[in-house]
């Protein structure tokens, strides 16, 4: 998340819209974004319903007890609602593809 605070202005010069979304609560996101400088929302998906319906959600085993957790990735969707790019896991730490996929001109639309 920080990496794409640090390039929030250069993203929102493409007229892009970000966002964060965790199964975190709004009372740990808004925590999260104080300690860390983030400045763009961080939605609360604390059903998991998001993750679900993205293919993100993963359950770990942590002391015996299984906690469902998601996995990081980021998406570009544009104005109709289609994804365009996905980083998934590791991958999505970096948002350099979708920076680069953001200045890149969309035609036909």
């Known amino acids: 998340m920080k990496a794409f605070q640090a390039n929030l202005a250069k993203l929102e010069g493409t007229d892009t819209q970000v966002l964060g979304v965790s199964i975190d609560s709004p009372f740990a996101n808004h925590a999260f974004a104080l300690e ?4 763009f929302p961080l939605l609360g998906d604390m059903n998991a319903t998001a993750i679900k319906a993205y293919g993100l959600d993963k359950e770990y085993t942590i002391g015996g007890a ?7 990735a980021s998406f570009l969707i544009d104005k109709e ?22 200045e890149i001109p969309q035609t036909g639309k």
């Open 36 to 39: 860390n400088g983030i400045t």
């Open 66 to 72: 299984k906690i469902l957790s998601a996995r990081r």
């Open 81 to 102: 609602g289609k994804i365009l790019s996905v980083q998934a896991d590791n991958e999505a730490v970096d948002p350099t593809k979708i920076i680069d996929a953001c």
